[in-house]
């Protein structure tokens, strides 16, 4: 991979990287909780973003 393809490959992991934790609104950063259902192996994640107050959507995930 040369220089120019190495830097766009940096530069689309650091918008991923934006996108999952920073807040869409104002930029700031999410917190992020988790609440674990032991019984079912399901966790439930939720984001809000402190400075704005947005609530994001929560994602569930299986545990293997």
Known sequence: ????QETAVQKRKQ?????????S?????????HFIDYDNKRV????ICN???VRF??????LN
């Open 44 to 47: 439930k994640e939720s984001a």
């Open 51 to 53: 400075e704005c107050g």
């Open 57 to 62: 959507q929560t994602r569930d995930f299986e």
């Open 1 to 4: 991979m040369n220089t120019k």
């Open 25 to 33: 609104i104002c930029g700031s950063k999410l917190e992020f909780t």
């Open 15 to 23: 918008e991923i990287i934006t996108k999952e934790f920073c807040c």
